[in-house]
């Protein structure tokens, strides 16, 4: 009798154990699977966009609703390759000037390298242009800007998830940049009519949205997100959530 209960209880200790580690395995496992996690980047040593703040409200509100996480932070100190490889994509929101010394870049480049996502938003172009690995990701540099106004957008790629919703022309307040060191080999997303506001100087082929695979990742940027309005836009929420689904590479 005692040999019999001695094995009933050991196989109710065994079986204990082993779904405790089962389950939790599959809940650790499930959870990974259903919320991958993107890195929202914001620090400035130039010029300071007060609606970062909002950006990176709105960046985690669109993970809540569309199933992933969000982490945002202004310490470069996370740029390390270890670190990095937990993020589907790296969003640089509004960054400006010289953001990370020579090993944190050899560790992006590397994360990109390796398959990573990267979104660039309105000043990322306003970053690292002692970089030229970051101008060839990015797709450009920030040249110049007129006052803020109204401008048309013509879209001319819907078969991107950032531009699907949007109709053939888009009109909308912003502050409107010119590019320098434009990458020949993006995929132009959208365009701004030059004639529909004032200080254009990038001419009739004038991008502010594209995409392209880039050294083994994926790269999008969008020239619009200045204003703390675009964030509660949705045809822009909607823009911005499809382009980083698709550095994300969903």
């Keep these: 009798m005692k040999l019999k209960r001695y094995a009933l209880i050991y196989l109710i200790v065994w079986g204990s154990i082993t779904c405790f580690s ?3 395995s599959e809940s650790e496992s499930h959870t990974s699977d259903a919320e991958p996690l993107v890195l929202v980047f914001s620090k400035t040593t130039g010029f300071r966009h007060d609606s970062i ?9 669109l993970g809540k609703e569309n199933g992933f996480a969000t982490e945002h932070t202004e ?27 020579d090993a944190q870049q050899t560790a992006f480049e590397h994360y990109i390298q390796q398959g990573g ?22 797709g450009a540099w920030f040249l110049s800007h007129p006052k803020q106004q109204e401008a048309t957008i013509m879209v001319l790629d819907k078969n991107h998830p950032s ?24 995929q132009l997303l959208m365009k701004l009519d030059e004639s529909s506001y004032t200080g254009g100087e990038n001419g ?12 083994g990742g994926r790269a999008f940027y969008t020239g619009l997100g200045h204003t703390k309005e675009s964030y509660d836009e949705p045809d822009f929420r909607k823009h911005l959530l499809g382009g980083i689904a698709y550095a994300m590479g969903q």
């Excluded at 938003?121 to 306003?126: G, K, M, P, Y």
């Excluded at 531009?163 to 993006?186: C, F, G, M, Q």
């Excluded at 009739?204 to 050294?215: E, T």
């Design 53 to 61: 703040e909002k950006g990176a409200e709105t960046i985690e509100e």
């Design 117 to 138: 996502g990267f979104v660039g938003i309105h000043a990322a172009a306003d970053t690292e242009y002692d970089w030229p690995w970051y101008n060839k990701l990015v």
């Design 22 to 24: 089962f389950c939790k």
């Design 204 to 215: 009739a082929n004038h991008p502010i949205a594209w995409y392209h695979d880039f050294d």
């Design 163 to 186: 531009t699907e919703h949007l109709a053939d022309s888009w009109r909308r307040w912003d502050e409107w940049y010119n590019y320098k060191d434009i990458n020949p080999e993006v």
């Design 75 to 101: 310490d470069a100190s996370v740029f390390t390759e270890n670190n990095l490889k937990k993020y589907k994509a790296v969003v640089f929101l509004s960054t400006t000037g010289d953001i990370l010394n």
